[in-house]
């Protein structure tokens, strides 16, 4: 069982080109991906979304990318020939016009607005998928072994909430019986204490049949501890999960619901309650299940 919240880190390096690779993945319903990449790295979107969707099937994720190209045909610097001379034309105009003598060299020329232009050289895109291989492979190994450790603590936290709802499940199916018994003794002493008479034991039978039938919870409680088996098994599949458990704890609180709207009982009452509290615990933290 995986968390869907997880962090890694990878980095790759050759040929003068680094790539630096961040993931950082949260809860959310579907695999959905968002990307912080150099705006002329954007061709990497496709292969990075098979990457993720081959590793992981739910949460959102946010890729950050850094690059560094140092190779020496990575930048291009491009001189505007004719702006320079025009700049050089102008330049010889206002000599003659304030008779001065012209001072500009070489460097001046360059630090003239827009006569040299720096360019990025087109990238390799092949060169530069395979360090996205790699770099994206070790920030995944690392931020899918956070996702399985955090899963894996969900998973026990998880399971020692079930076991207390299937101990409360013991003591309702235990008391049940004794709810009916003492529905039966109150009501004969009420009838003799009205009739001054011991109850008829066919009415007094017929009675408690009714309560009995209208407070039952056998079915219930049997449903119940069929559900928390079926999350129990559900926790040692290697698939995601989450969307499974989500369903089984929905059902796992209805029957709880129902035990509570039927048994007419403080104690069984309070233990309800108990449940219910731990299934909200469950819910919260099923969000956060792949």
Not at 138 to 149: F, G, I, N, P
Not at 174 to 192: G, I, S
Not at 239 to 262: H, M, P, Y
Request: with cysteine.
């Amino acid at each position: 069982m995986r968390s869907m919240t997880g962090y890694g880190q990878g980095r790759a390096c050759r040929d003068g080109r680094e790539l630096t690779a961040e993931v950082k993945t949260v809860n959310h319903r579907f695999l959905d991906v968002s990307f912080r990449l150099p705006r002329h790295l954007g061709f990497l979107e496709e292969p990075i979304r098979k990457m993720l969707s081959g590793r992981m099937q739910r949460g959102h994720v946010d890729v950050t990318l850094s690059y560094r190209n140092s190779r020496a045909d990575a930048r291009a610097v491009a001189v505007d020939a004719a702006l320079l001379a025009a700049y050089r034309d102008a330049f010889s105009r206002m000599r003659q016009t304030v008779r001065a003598r012209n001072d500009m060299t070489l460097s001046a020329y360059a630090r003239l607005p827009d006569v040299l232009t720096v360019t990025e050289s087109e990238e390799d895109r092949e060169a530069v998928i395979a360090l996205l291989a790699e770099a994206m492979t070790q920030a995944l190994d690392e931020a899918c072994a956070t996702r399985a450790a955090e899963g894996e603590a969900l998973r026990r936290d998880m399971g020692e909430k079930l076991a207390h709802i299937e101990a409360l499940a013991g003591q309702v199916a235990t008391r049940a019986p004794q709810v009916v018994q003492a529905y039966k003794e109150k009501l004969n002493a009420r009838v003799a204490e009205l009739l001054s008479a011991p109850a008829d034991p066919q009415r007094l039978a017929q009675e408690v049949a009714v309560f009995a039938d209208k407070c039952a919870i056998d079915e219930e409680l049997v449903r119940l501890c069929s559900h928390a088996g079926q999350i129990r098994e559900t926790f040692a599949s290697p698939e995601a999960v989450g969307r499974r458990l989500d369903f089984l704890i929905q059902e796992l609180n209805r029957e709880v619901n129902t035990i509570g709207s039927k048994a007419s009982d403080a104690t069984i009452a309070a233990w309800v309650v108990d449940a219910k509290a731990d299934i909200e615990k469950l819910r919260e933290q099923i969000q956060n299940i792949e």
